[in-house]
């Protein structure tokens, strides 16, 4: 059983920057693919980005590339979103999960979730 908390969010203006972190309880976190998802106000859920165990592998969607970067420190059992050049449309409470399941990026593969953090970007 692996347990989720996030911290980071908040309210910043539109270009400005924002890191989460997500910590995990639990043993063997690095045997984990890590990722950050977000939920818009009546929009799904939708994948962020991915992080393979040991962090040699990332995969982010196409609307963050180039701005979002993500990152893990298994020492500390910790995953980390860096948001850059925020822009409005990234309003959203982001959710980080973990999966068991090698090269992971569905929703559905990832077993544990957090109970999210708000980021608000105003413009």
């Known amino acids: 059983q692996v347990q989720l908390v996030e911290s980071g969010g908040g309210l910043v203006q539109a270009g400005g920057s924002l890191r989460l972190s997500c910590t995990a309880s639990?043993?063997?976190?690095?045997?984990?693919?890590m990722g950050w998802f977000r939920q818009a106000p009546g929009k799904e859920r939708e994948l962020v980005a991915t992080?393979?165990?040991?962090?040699?592998?990332?995969n982010y969607a196409d609307s963050v590339k180039g701005r979002f970067t993500i990152s893990r420190d298994n020492t500390k059992n910790t995953v980390y979103l860096q948001m850059n050049s925020l822009k409005p449309e990234d309003t959203a409470v982001y959710y980080c999960a973990a999966a068991d399941s090698v090269g992971a990026t569905q929703e559905f593969q990832f077993k544990y979730w957090g109970q999210g953090t708000q980021v608000t970007v105003s413009s």
């Open positions: 992080i393979s165990g040991s962090g040699g592998r990332t």
């Open positions: 639990g043993r063997m976190f690095s045997w984990y693919v």
